[in-house]
């Protein structure tokens, strides 16, 4: 389903809350979606700004089958235009000098050739090249790939409960919990992409990425509002609150390491897992809720898991609230 309608000979997109209303020849706010004499077109369909295979852990995804690598693809374009983006040069930019269209099926192929059993969307912002990962997520899951999807969150719940169907985990980007922040600095509303992270809560596997902004989203109030939110939902799921440092527009100081720690204690009074990230720890372990004791131990992107027997903690027994089983084939940091 293409999600635009044609009034006056404008079309409308209505895939993400923007609602772009665009003249012919005119793109939208995200820069790949465009009106042709009427009609959408997709002048990036399939063009990938890279393709890698990545341990799981960069996406960050702690809790989704830890230690394993995963086929990761990139795009251009974005809904928002964050001025301390860290991806700027494809999220901010379509001047594109290669402009060949993957196809699903080469995509998935490919995928399929490198050992791999799921797929990241990643890197910008995949939402906004919804037709092709949707089909891509559709011919991958008919082939028994995993589909993954990395993202700001920001899309309808129409379009949203289509690709969820397909999807088996997230991790989205909760820039803050506040709207002016969203409005002023980012470019869009808060209030969708809430909306997106109850709906994935209840459908697939999620966490979610808060970047700690010295002056802007490093209040202990700020990561208390968006701790709760999320326990009320489910306190199992994974909060990674990442350091900040100087990149695009923005030019305010890095975050110290002591404010995200800080921060992350605060989070784990409502949350079972918070994750310090970006912070030069040599070492982010995974520890039981019920008994403390060491499930998972990251060095960099090395994984081992020694307190996990079966699905459960090799000390108290308690199952342990995410997959661990690693899937046929997958390849991982220890091998």
Same mark, same amino acid.
């Given at each position: ?112 050739? @490198? ?42 719940? @129409? ?23 969203? @409005? ?152």
């Amino acid at each position: 389903m293409s999600y635009t309608y044609t009034k006056d000979s404008k079309l409308h997109c209505v895939l993400c809350p923007h609602h772009c209303t665009l003249e012919d020849g005119e793109r939208g706010i995200c820069m790949v979606r465009e009106n042709r004499q009427g009609e959408l077109h997709l002048p990036f369909y399939g063009v990938l700004s890279a393709v890698s295979n990545d341990p799981i852990e960069k996406k960050p995804l702690y809790h989704f089958y830890p230690g394993s690598f995963i086929f990761s693809v990139g795009f251009y374009g974005c809904s928002f235009r964050c001025p301390f983006c860290q991806n700027y040069r494809i999220a901010q930019s379509t001047n594109v000098v290669d402009t060949h269209s993957t196809q699903p099926r080469e995509l998935v192929d490919q995928a399929l050739r @490198q050992g791999a059993q799921a797929i990241a969307y990643t890197y910008s912002e995949p939402l906004v090249h919804f037709e092709w990962m949707l089909e891509t997520a559709k011919y991958a899951r008919s082939r028994g790939l995993k589909n993954i999807l990395v993202s700001n969150g920001y899309v309808n719940p @129409q379009p949203a409960g289509e690709l969820l169907e397909v999807l088996d985990a997230a991790n989205i980007d909760l820039k803050s919990f506040r709207s002016e922040f969203y @409005q002023d600095i980012v470019g869009g509303r808060l209030e969708p992409i809430l909306a997106f992270i109850k709906k994935a809560s209840q459908k697939i596997h999620l966490e979610v990425t808060t970047l700690i902004i010295p002056g802007y989203t490093d209040s202990e109030q700020e990561i208390t509002d968006i701790a709760r939110f999320l326990a009320e939902l489910n306190e199992d799921i994974p909060l990674h609150l990442s350091c900040y440092y100087p990149a695009f527009k923005f030019d305010a100081p890095p975050t110290e390491a002591s404010t995200v720690f800080a921060l992350a204690e605060t989070a784990k009074q409502y949350l079972n897992f918070v994750y310090p990230g970006n912070v030069g720890l040599s070492e982010v372990n995974t520890y039981c809720s019920a008994c403390g004791n060491t499930l998972i131990r990251r060095t960099g992107y090395r994984v081992e898991m020694p307190g996990i027997k079966g699905q459960s903690c090799a000390k108290c027994g308690q199952t342990v609230p995410f997959p661990v089983k690693e899937m046929d084939n997958f390849r991982s940091p220890n091998s």
